[in-house]
């Protein structure tokens, strides 16, 4: 045996490894499956979130219809409006956003370290039909990696640039005079 290539031994190592994630071992299956996706809302909030796909499925859900005006493809999408999430956070909302609250921002941060900001104004519903949204699926499935398990949807806007696909973080900054 020990004179067999170290072709033979690649072979083997590589024929040894996939009959243990295809055998299904319960000590297998546990280390080959990867941590459920979070998504964390945390910053200037009374009540930190760590949200999962199954928080947001017990949420109250909305479906938009649009065009993804970056490939100009109808896409349906169903999720968390982003105001309802804020909201759990204890983020200041309707006749509470006011005065120095007004100059709040929500940084939205992808797992690829994309950001995007949005005021605080931009998002109540007291203020703007904004319908941004942190979406889980697409036209009837789960993102998918490409996209990751949230994607935050801003469908008002000509351009997508604020979409950000692999969604991880929300964190909530409300700036300082100096």
Not at 19 to 37: E, L, R
Not at 118 to 134: R, T
Request: charged residues 20%.
């Amino acid at each position: 045996m020990l004179s067999e290539s170290p072709a033979h031994w690649c072979r083997f190592a590589a024929v040894v490894v996939a009959q243990v994630f295809v055998s299904g071992s319960p000590a297998c299956a546990q280390t080959a499956v990867p941590n459920a996706a979070e998504l964390r809302v945390s910053g200037t909030v009374s009540t930190p979130l760590t949200l999962t796909v199954a928080d947001l499925k017990r949420m109250p859900r909305k479906t938009l219809t649009i065009v993804n005006p970056h490939d100009k493809k109808t896409e349906k999408y169903e999720g968390v409006a982003l105001e309802e999430i804020l909201r759990r956070a204890g983020v200041p909302q309707g006749e509470a956003l006011r005065g120095p609250a007004m100059a709040t921002y929500v940084l939205a941060e992808a797992a690829d370290s994309y950001r995007v900001v949005f005021s605080l104004a931009e998002l109540d519903p007291g203020i703007i039909d904004s319908e941004v949204m942190v979406a889980d699926t697409m036209d009837g499935a789960p993102l998918g990696d490409k996209l990751g398990s949230f994607r935050l949807v801003a469908p008002h806007e000509k351009r997508p640039a604020r979409w950000v696909r692999m969604l991880k973080s929300l964190t909530v900054v409300r700036t300082t005079v100096q």
